[in-house]
């Protein structure tokens, strides 16, 4: 079973950037699909961006599309998030996850994801 964990969350005025990292652990990480989700307090956990487990084919969300941007290094086991231009309602709780699944629809449906890290929070002041 694949366990994740995240790091790099933080807060930043709006224009700055973060970069979140997920470490995984267990399981065969290079035959997942991973993704980044986020949910701030009274919403819905939201799709981000995923990627492939390995042609690197990557989906983003249109609200961060030309802002953020994910990767992975299956050598150590690692996906990132690369967040720039940061606003302030991109605050939120943000998670990794991965699946074993990947399409276009499939990525963006959080139940199909059956590990999550606990999640790192990501505030930005305006």
């Known amino acids: 079973q694949v366990q994740l964990v995240e790091s790099g969350g933080g807060l930043v005025q709006a224009g700055g950037s973060l970069r979140l990292s997920c470490a995984a652990s267990?399981?065969?990480?290079?035959?997942?699909?991973m993704g980044w989700f986020r949910q701030a307090p009274g919403k819905q956990r939201e799709f981000v961006a995923a990627i492939s487990w390995n042609t690197g084919l990557s989906y983003e969300a249109d609200s961060v599309k030309g802002r953020f941007t994910i990767s992975r290094d299956n050598a150590k086991n690692m996906v990132y998030l690369q967040m720039n231009s940061l606003k302030p309602e991109d605050t939120a709780a943000y998670y990794c996850a991965g699946a074993s699944g990947f399409g276009a629809s499939y990525v963006r449906q959080f139940r199909n994801y059956p590990y999550w890290g606990q999640g790192t929070q990501v505030t930005v002041s305006s």
């Open positions: 267990g399981g065969f990480f290079t035959q997942y699909s």
